[in-house]
């Protein structure tokens, strides 16, 4: 058979079944066949595989990049249109296309799908679409897809935009925020959206957070001098996340549309989306690695350093909160597990040190602390390591919430599998018996970021061949590939179910 690069003697693994002693045929990017002693030209590249377990490449949705506002200390609220290229770069503390892209292919992930952030004050969502193109154009390591956020939904947006968004620029998804005041919506906006989506076939992500209460108790814990970053998590406990996820779920309800709760962090929030699920109603889940294998105590290190660890979602204090994540993946109430990479430098005075600037020193205050963490290498090899590995999860569920649930969910008809016709999206693992287990530095990660939140954690496996469209573009620690490979890709509705058309009133739509 004519192929361009064949894998040999993998252990195959989907989200639905292993096969061992097998092969993969690709030719022009795209798998062509699967199975065992493949025959192929003597022009076709071959790479052992050595026996190790082969699974499609990871797919993290929840990926900031380029980002320039920070949204839970910066007080913006119109964006700023660039030319393709970060303003003031020397001074820019997150990471960008090209170094999250890069690091995401090293840590075994071949696509993510970043946020374009519309601010508070823009009128139209397109120049925004067009502004995180020129960013990213020819920066990307891997293959990218942007979803929205609406900060701003006017009448203008979501009955003549929202239609160009999907049609026009292959975007088929939101994010709403119901926390943070340059970027929260109102019950009322957060409807229009969903009565919009509803017919457009847009899904909707969530993060759902009480503002007022977070509001209220940031207030009096300052009054307390309880600012420290560990009470950044005392601010908001996993009440506060129930609250807001309940209730967007009941506007959900009511407008018969799908959405997905994402970063959960804790047991309450989850059997609320477990309790829906159970109810027949469209309603996803997505957590993340930060909620699995870190507790609050993170927060506590030194004076401030505990701010390395402050995002939001908090991570949480109880390790039940940890056991109930850990459950509903086992049990698919999570459908995604996504890195919600959203770094910030730590020895930098745009970064987490802004939280030292106002006082209270040496433990600064939590509230002027830019949220978010780095995670986008290191999502994959963690699920992996402490999932599979670990035996806490089955093979075929790690490449379910890694890759081919996300694929579905955000319409990327050609990612998430290893099957004909797919792209050629690949990590080939090393051989158990052949790998040394080591423990994480920094220095060993490639993105732009002057920490990890999981050093010192044991890596017992790491990819050793990333591989997209059929290029290798990671290989044995190196990145090989090439800035610009990466392509933006269309995407296509989502392909779990959405409206059942069942209503709580005599209301249609």
Request: charged residues 20%; contains cysteine.
């Amino acid at each position: 058979m004519d192929f361009d690069l064949v894998i040999r003697n993998g252990t195959v693994v989907t989200a639905s079944d292993i096969w061992e002693s097998c092969d993969i045929g690709i030719k022009d990017g795209t798998i062509v066949a699967v199975g065992p002693r493949l025959p192929a030209t003597a022009c076709a590249q071959e790479i052992d595989a050595e026996g190790a377990f082969i699974t499609p490449g990871g797919v993290d949705s929840h990926v900031h990049l380029s980002q320039v506002h920070n949204a839970n200390v910066d007080d913006v609220d119109r964006s700023t249109i660039t030319n393709g290229a970060i303003p003031d770069r020397e001074n820019y503390v997150g990471d960008t296309y090209d170094t999250g892209t890069r690091s995401a292919v090293a840590g075994g992930t071949t696509t993510v799908i970043t946020f374009a952030s519309q601010m508070k004050k823009d009128e139209s969502i397109i120049p925004v679409i067009e502004n995180y193109h020129k960013l990213a154009k020819d920066q990307s390591y891997c293959d990218y897809a942007f979803h929205v956020i609406i900060t701003n939904p006017t009448p203008q947006i979501v009955e003549d935009e929202f239609p160009r968004m999907v049609d026009e620029y292959g975007i088929t998804s939101v994010k709403l925020y119901m926390t943070y005041k340059p970027m929260k919506l109102l019950d009322y906006q957060i409807l229009d959206v969903m009565y919009s989506a509803r017919k457009l076939g847009i899904t909707t992500m969530v993060h759902a957070e009480n503002a007022d209460i977070i509001d209220w108790m940031t207030q009096h814990l300052e009054e307390k001098l309880m600012t420290q970053p560990y009470h950044h998590g005392t601010s908001r406990p996993p009440i506060v996340e129930a609250e807001a996820t309940n209730r967007v779920i009941c506007l959900a309800e009511l407008m018969d549309t799908p959405i997905l709760l994402v970063h959960i962090s804790g047991g309450p929030a989850t059997k609320h989306i477990r309790d829906a699920q159970t109810r027949l109603l469209p309603i996803y889940g997505e957590t993340c690695p930060q909620y699995m294998f870190l507790l609050a105590d993170s927060m506590r290190k030194g004076d401030f350093e505990g701010a390395k660890c402050v995002c939001s979602p908090p991570i949480r204090e109880d390790k039940s909160d940890q056991d109930a994540i850990w459950a509903g993946i086992k049990n698919g109430t999570f459908n995604v597990v996504s890195s919600d990479h959203a770094p910030c430098k730590y020895n930098h005075p745009n970064g987490k040190q802004r939280g030292l600037q106002h006082g209270n020193l040496p433990y600064g205050k939590f509230r002027f602390i830019p949220n978010g963490l780095p995670g986008v290498e290191t999502r994959v090899p963690l699920l992996f390591s402490g999932g599979v590995l670990s035996g806490r999860i089955s093979p075929q569920k790690f490449v379910e919430v890694t890759s081919t649930n996300p694929a579905k969910l955000y319409g990327l008809k050609k990612k998430g599998s290893i099957a004909p016709g797919f792209d050629a999206d690949l990590v080939i693992w090393y051989s158990q018996t052949k790998f040394q287990p080591f423990k994480l530095t920094n220095e060993m990660l490639h993105h732009a970021i002057d920490y990890t939140p999981f050093e010192g954690i044991e890596f017992k496996n790491w990819p050793r061949y990333t591989i997209i469209r059929g290029k290798v573009v990671f290989s044995h620690g190196e990145v090989v590939g090439e800035m610009g490979y990466g392509q933006f890709i269309q995407r296509e509705k989502s392909l779990l179910p959405g409206p059942r058309d069942v209503w709580l009133s005599e209301w249609r739509p």
